[in-house]
């Protein structure tokens, strides 16, 4: 028997906002999904059958809504007019004013779980980046698909829904880069797949996540342009990552994976780093490293992810932030773009990061990404054998690019070959953060093709053996 001390829950649905914490709660499973939506609050209200409700209140105590689930003696006819339908009241009218304003709400930290050790798998790299996102504690995917990235949005829709995680197939980028502006500025780390022409119309909305200062991971498994160019494995969106995301001062860390190894690891730190500094992360492949397969071992730890204080995720503590873009007193957009920079300057004083390859002996640097960075090992290990001391510079951070790290090189160095599959993009990087920092540009000689064609080892030796000639 019921205490009366204890009545059953009754919902007002039209504030009910679907969360869904209420079915979690209730031990005799007395709340399911809706199935329709309420034609004036357009969300999808939970249903009761309490047949089995034992009036324990704990599916009041877990619904975040003041106005949501409430007790049976609470019921009040007022928000009915009189044919019966509801009419939308001030709820302060109907249930009292609201409950005091609650203690603002505290970071609540990442768990480190520790794995057991397993065998190496061998892994595409679209793949490996998935498991890497899953590992960092990502369990929310907004994406549309498109090739060469699609395998990643592939392996997430399977295995997202056994995690208790969400994949969400958008209607277009457009949709699903605004869907991860509502995840992250609810705290939830989220991630979507993509290549060039979809990376393009997400542009406007990785703008507003930087501008509202949210995480989000963007894996961009780059291919030929401009236009809906072809499937091959141009470097082609290097200026769009690094120069030109969105509208306004907007910058992201952008990372420049060589293998599938690292674009599993870099894909779960991209987590860290996209919290840390509460700015998006595009991890840019190419199409041939997120079709390549190669051993990949897994860590022997995984992130379960906690909740950042400022985050907008529906409990009362967090029931206050406010996440937004907008600024519209030009004195307050000032002071907003002049916090970014700072923000800025942190990550590129702390993130700068380069892989050298046989640079300690070098009087001649190739400096090369992606795909092209494992032809230009190649062609050192030929180039070695004529007598050439070469080595290789791989930025690893393409945003902030790793200047520091290629100045402790500089004095050694008579020239730089810079190799792309691409129209000169890392190139630009390169003299544009040499200017920066107020250093003199060595020799610089390129090795370039286009169209989703990879240079080749053969190229890149032939124009090591070339430039020999004219700087000697
Ligand atoms: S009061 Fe308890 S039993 Fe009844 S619906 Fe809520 S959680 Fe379920
Ligand atoms: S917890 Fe409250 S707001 Fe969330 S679904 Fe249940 S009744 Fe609706």
């Not at 009754?10 to 209420?22: A, I, S, T, W």
């Not at 236009?227 to 769009?240: H, S, T």
């Not at 860290?272 to 860590?299: A, C």
């Not at 540009?441 to 000639?469: K, W, Y």
């Amino acid at each position: 028997m019921v205490s009366p001390l204890r009545p059953k829950p009754f919902l007002q649905p039209e504030y009910c906002k679907g969360c869904l914490r209420c079915i979690d709660a209730c031990p005799k499973h007395c709340i399911t999904p809706g199935h329709e939506i309420n034609p004036i609050t357009g969300l999808v209200p939970v249903e009761l059958n309490l047949d089995a409700c034992n009036g324990c209140t704990l599916c009041m105590q877990a619904c975040p809504e003041p106005f949501g689930l409430r007790p049976e003696t609470e019921r009040c006819g007022a928000s009915c007019g009189p044919d019966g339908d509801f009419e939308l009241n001030d709820p302060a009218k109907l249930f009292g004013p609201r409950q005091v304003k609650a203690e603002p709400a505290l970071d609540q930290p990442d768990e480190r779980i520790e794995l057991p050790a397993c065998e190496p798998m061998v892994l595409k790299g679209n793949y490996a980046s998935a498991i890497g996102a899953l590992l960092g504690g990502c369990r929310h995917v907004f994406g549309y698909p498109i090739t060469p990235s699609t395998e990643g949005s592939e392996l997430m829709a399977k295995i997202l829904p056994k995690l208790n995680g969400s994949f969400v197939q958008a209607v277009s980028e457009t949709a699903a880069v605004n869907m991860m502006y509502g995840a992250g500025g609810g705290g939830v780390p989220c991630i979507t797949f993509t290549s060039g022409p979809g990376f393009s119309l997400m542009l406007e909305g990785i703008s507003y996540l930087v501008g509202a200062e949210l995480p989000g991971v963007f894996v961009n498994i780059m291919r030929g342009g401009p236009g809906l160019g072809n499937l091959g494995p141009e470097q082609a969106d290097i200026a769009m990552a690094c120069r030109g995301l969105g509208h306004g001062n907007s910058h992201a860390i952008v990372l420049a994976p060589g293998t599938p190894q690292e674009m599993l690891d870099l894909a779960m730190e991209s987590f860290d780093l996209s919290f840390r500094y509460r700015i998006p992360v595009v991890i840019l492949g190419d199409g041939y490293l997120g079709q390549m397969t190669g051993v990949v071992k897994l860590p022997r730890h995984m992130i379960k992810r906690g909740m950042p204080a400022w985050a907008v995720c529906g409990d009362r503590g967090h029931r206050h932030n406010v996440i937004s873009s907008i600024q519209l007193a030009e004195v307050d957009l000032e002071k907003h773009n002049e916090h970014l920079n700072r923000k800025y300057a942190r990550i590129a004083e702390a993130e700068q990061r380069a892989d050298l390859y046989r640079c300690a002996d070098a009087d001649t640097l190739i400096i090369a990404c992606n795909t092209p960075a494992r032809m230009a090992k190649g062609a050192i290990a030929a180039a070695r054998a004529e007598g050439l001391r070469v080595g290789l510079f791989r930025p690893v951070t393409l945003w902030p690019f790793p200047i520091k790290l290629l100045a402790d090189l500089l004095p050694q160095i008579d020239r730089i070959v810079v190799v792309e599959a691409g129209p000169g993009q890392l190139e630009n990087e390169l003299r544009l953060a040499l200017s920066h920092a107020g250093y003199m540009p060595p020799h610089i000689e390129t090795v370039r093709r286009h169209g989703g064609v990879l240079p080749s080892q053969d190229e890149i030796f032939n124009q090591l053996l070339a430039g020999r000639e004219v700087v000697s």
